[in-house]
């Protein structure tokens, strides 16, 4: 069924490798989740220390995230439903460049207002990009070893934020937040690799997705 749909979107048979997408959203999330444990844990010390806010302040930035983060995560999961595996592409990379952003912002947010707005924001790209890359992954799964992809991208995940939490923690201390949140900016933009690797295969497909 998968492979007839791919046909009926434009995308040849001979070049659908299921493989291939699950490695990249793997990869992809390692690099992704990891530049966001860079700061996760210590986000409230840069609130509370460097922007003189309150832990309030913090919990505060941190539900603007989740509440913005919910709100487009319903919309975009209905709006992309029934579009293109191209189209499910083309938005996984905007959110994640969205996210990108949103880092860069918090680099030189120096009001408490500033932080707020990045945090929206950064619910905003994680929101898009969430249920378009979720869609392609598990669209793509060998059903045969489902569990098996699930249980390797838990632990390539959750192995790389552990290492991440660490590494930010030590970033932070030397060289700033500054510094950290170019870092997770920059370690998140390299998310989109592994999907224009793959997508590279589909020019066309999604040259007619975007003209559309």
Known sequence: MIKDNLIDKGIPSKQY???????????????????WN???????????DIQKGTIDNAATAYSIYLVSRVFFELYT??????????????MTVLGITI???????LAFSELLTQTYIFYALLGLGI???????NSLFSSHLDKSTDAAQWGILDAS???????????????ARVYGFTTLFIIA??????????YLLYVKKWKKSIEETILS
Do not use: C, Q
């Not at 860079?38 to 509370?48: E, N």
């Not at 999961?77 to 083309?90: D, E, P, V």
């Not at 990108?100 to 912002?105: A, D, E, K, Q």
């Open 185 to 194: 900016a920059v370690a998140n933009f390299l998310g989109i690799i592994p």
């Open 127 to 133: 929101g898009i990009a969430t249920p378009a890359k």
């Open 17 to 35: 490798h299921a493989s291939s997408i699950v490695r990249a959203y793997i990869i992809s999330e390692t690099l992704i989740w990891s530049a």
């Open 38 to 48: 860079f700061i996760a844990p210590i986000v409230a010390i840069f609130i509370t």
């Open 157 to 171: 995940v959750f192995l790389s934020m552990a290492l991440a939490a660490v590494i930010g923690g030590f970033i």
């Open 99 to 105: 996210i990108s952003i949103s880092y860069v912002g």
């Open 77 to 90: 999961g209905k709006y992309l439903t029934r579009k293109s595996i191209a189209y499910k592409f083309l």
